[in-house]
């Protein structure tokens, strides 16, 4: 059974970056899947973020639109995965879940973290 | 890239069925088998419902069911339960990135 487990700060200042972990349990981060982001904006709907395999030689993938702010990296000594989003603004206030994908299908999701952009 | 198309709300009675639609492009619901339908309860994470257009994962009642047809997806309900409120989210490869549906609230009178 696989588990996902979001930490990081719930508050983060406007112009900082957003920096989250994603702990995984019961599953190796280096099996054949994806690991990513989504996010949803207060009584909004689903935003893909990206994702990044070990297993696929550390390929990444990220929202074009989000592309030129955001880094996700793993940490296989850990079974952990991150994200860092630059230069946030308060439109980046939103749940964030962390995943685990699989051919662009998303199998599991962490419980979600709250990050809100708020000087 | 745009959001994949969906109504913002459908409704049924119980025993009922509905059906969601998801509109895309010929560049991902059009091109791509890699759609799926993802049930949100209020402030729970979304669970996965249907995969690879219609394929259903265990546990998933055979209520559920998907479908496609060119850049429509479509996500049926039958025998509609209260427990189906909920909202709805379709999504599908895109080649190099995931896009999500805007979401579909039902509402089970």
């Known amino acids: 059974q696989v588990q996902l487990q979001e930490s990081g700060p719930g508050l983060v200042k406007p112009s900082e970056t957003l920096s989250l972990t994603c702990a995984v349990s019961g599953y190796s981060i280096s099996s054949d899947c994806y690991w990513g982001w989504i996010r949803q904006a207060p009584g909004k709907g689903l935003e893909w973020i990206g994702t990044i395999s070990i297993y696929h030689s550390g390929n990444t993938f990220y929202n074009p639109s989000l592309k030129s702010r955001v880094t996700i990296s793993v940490d296989a000594s850990k079974n952990q995965f991150s994200l860092k989003l630059t230069s946030v603004t308060a439109a980046d206030t939103a749940v964030y879940y962390c995943s685990r994908e699989v051919l662009s299908t998303t199998l599991d999701w962490g419980q979600g973290t709250l990050v809100t952009v708020s000087s | 890239q745009s959001a994949l198309t969906q109504p913002r709300s459908v409704s049924g009675s119980p025993g009922q069925s509905v059906t969601i639609s998801c509109t895309g492009t010929s560049s991902d619901v059009g091109r791509y088998i890699y759609v799926s339908w993802y049930q949100q309860h209020p402030g729970k994470a979304p669970k996965l419902m249907i995969y690879d257009v219609s394929k259903r994962p265990s546990g998933v009642p055979d209520r559920f069911s998907g479908s496609k047809s060119g850049n429509t997806a479509s996500l049926t309900i039958s025998g509609l339960q209260a427990e189906d409120e909920a909202d709805y989210y379709c999504?599908?490869?895109?080649?190099?990135?995931?896009?999500f549906g805007g979401g579909t609230k039902l509402t089970v009178l």
């Open positions: 999504c599908s490869h895109a080649g190099t990135y995931v896009l």
